[in-house]
């Protein structure tokens, strides 16, 4: 099985960062990805919720803002909750940042140096070193 996502979208507003109660870094917001339509008709848009933990969460609230082209890759996740107004069940589906990246200029004239181009959840023990001339690689 398999779930992955990327996305490429403009944030619709400004992402906040806020605090679990053990004190998790954590940032939802939404994108607003264009949908391919045929010449002629008027273009559409979806407006795609986004959650990112941590050092991500981090990220996007310190470089990003309303109006921002983001690059995510990440996983859908689905949440059942019951509408307090009218106690029915609902399904929220959103996309977990795993990965999330820059995808035009800085417009500021901050400096290149202080501004990180993507960043990922993956820390360097996630990986295994493979030896050069390790005969069992398939390729």
Same mark, same amino acid.
């Given at each position: 099985?398999?779930?992955?996502?990327?996305?490429?979208g403009?944030?619709?507003?400004?992402?906040?960062?806020?605090?679990?109660?053990?004190?998790?870094?954590?940032?939802?917001?939404?994108?607003?990805?264009?949908?391919r339509?045929?010449?002629?008709?008027?273009?559409?848009a979806?407006? =795609?919720? /986004?959650?990112?933990?941590? &050092? +991500?969460?981090?990220? $996007?609230? %310190?470089?990003?803002? !309303?109006?921002?082209? =983001?690059? /995510?890759?990440?996983?859908? &996740? +689905?949440?059942?909750? $019951?509408? %307090?107004?009218?106690? !029915?069940?609902?399904?929220?589906?959103?996309?977990?940042?795993?990965n999330?990246?820059?995808?035009?200029? %800085?417009?500021?004239?901050?400096?290149?140096?202080?501004?990180?181009?993507?960043?990922?959840?993956?820390?360097?023990?996630?990986?295994?070193?493979?030896?050069?001339?390790?005969?069992?690689?398939?390729?």
């Amino acid at each position: 099985m398999f779930n992955l996502v990327v996305l490429t979208g403009r944030l619709t507003a400004d992402p906040e960062l806020r605090y679990t109660a053990n004190n998790t870094p954590v940032t939802s917001f939404s994108i607003a990805v264009s949908r391919r339509y045929k010449a002629g008709e008027e273009a559409q848009a979806d407006f =795609i919720n /986004i959650v990112a933990w941590r &050092q +991500t969460a981090e990220f $996007v609230t %310190k470089y990003f803002q !309303k109006g921002s082209m =983001i690059g /995510i890759e990440g996983s859908i &996740q +689905t949440r059942r909750y $019951v509408d %307090k107004e009218t106690g !029915k069940n609902r399904t929220a589906f959103e996309v977990i940042a795993n990965n999330v990246q820059f995808v035009e200029a %800085k417009r500021d004239g901050a400096a290149a140096a202080e501004v990180p181009a993507s960043f990922s959840n993956a820390a360097a023990g996630d990986f295994t070193a493979i030896a050069d001339g390790d005969d069992d690689l398939p390729f």
